[in-house]
C-alpha cells in the first residue's frame, strides 16, 4: 500500500493542525491504520491507531484527550485532529498501514508513508 501524509507545518503552542493520509493499492477498509511520530534525537513513537472499521482506538497517554483519529473509508483516507498543540508534540509524524484489522505496536505496521513535519513554537 502507498501512503501519502499531509498537513504538517509550524503552529504555534495551543494551535491545532489536521494530518491526513491518503491510501492506495490495497483494500482500505481492511486493514488497521496508526500515526507515529519521531522527534529529534528520539525514536519513534506510536501516537494512535484506529481498527479498520474506526470502532476501536488507542491513544498514547501523552496525547490522549488532545488528538482524535479518525477514518473514512470511503475516501481511503485516515485523519489525525490535533488540538492544544504543546513544543513536545514537534516532530515527524508518519501514518502506517497493518496487515491486521487491529493494531498498536510499532512492529505491526508493515507499510509507511514518507512523513509530514510538526513544529510547534512556544
Known amino acids: 500500500v502507498q501512503l501519502q501524509a499531509s498537513g504538517g507545518g509550524l503552529v504555534q503552542a495551543g494551535g491545532s493542525l489536521r494530518l491526513s493520509c491518503a491510501a492506495s493499492g490495497r483494500t482500505f477498509s481492511s486493514y488497521a491504520m496508526g500515526w507515529f511520530r519521531q522527534a529529534p534525537g528520539k525514536e519513534r513513537e506510536s501516537v494512535s491507531a484506529i481498527s479498520w472499521s474506526g470502532g476501536s482506538t488507542y491513544y498514547a497517554d501523552s496525547v490522549k484527550g488532545r488528538f482524535t483519529i479518525s477514518r473514512d473509508n470511503a475516501k481511503n483516507t485516515v485523519y489525525l485532529q490535533m488540538n492544544s498543540l504543546k513544543p513536545e508534540d514537534t516532530a515527524v509524524y508518519y501514518c502506517?498501514?497493518?496487515?491486521?484489522?487491529?493494531?498498536?505496536?510499532?512492529?505491526?505496521?508493515?507499510?509507511w508513508g514518507q512523513g509530514t513535519l510538526v513544529t510547534v513554537s512556544s
Open positions: 502506517a498501514a497493518s496487515g491486521l484489522r487491529v493494531a498498536t505496536m510499532t512492529y505491526e505496521y508493515d507499510s
